[in-house]
């Protein structure tokens, strides 16, 4: 069984920064990427960052600049370090694991979600 599990959200004035990780655990064999998404309430879930098995990075346009991913392939990881954090990003942070292979199958795994609030 796959869990994926996030920490590092909290409470954070505008400005400020955080560094979100995740771990997926489990019987795993490979996971192709692993990355952030948020949701914040009315607004659809929506990419925030994610990096591929071999480094290749995406962010969104709002990420760019103030946001950087990173990973380790071999404990299976994922970063977030947030830097000059808005109000705006304020939401629940939720890892996912993209085409994660177990040997039985290959399927992606969301967490539970780490929330992040930025006040003004």
């Known amino acids: 069984q796959v869990q994926v599990v996030e920490s590092g959200g909290g409470l954070v004035e505008s400005g400020g920064s955080l560094n979100l990780s995740c771990v997926a655990s489990g019987s795993i064999v490979s996971i192709w990427a692993m990355g952030w998404y948020r949701q914040a309430p009315g607004i659809q879930r929506e990419l925030v960052a994610d990096i591929t098995s071999f480094g290749k990075t995406r962010y969104a346009d709002f990420a760019k600049g103030r946001f950087t991913v990173s990973n380790d392939v071999k404990k299976n990881m994922v970063f977030l370090q947030m830097d000059n954090l808005r109000p705006e990003d304020t939401a629940l942070y939720l890892c996912?694991?993209?085409?994660?292979?177990?040997?039985?199958?290959?399927?992606?795994?969301w967490g539970r979600g780490t929330r992040v609030t930025v006040t003004s």
């Open positions: 996912h694991a993209d085409d994660l292979f177990t040997g039985r199958g290959t399927d992606d795994y």
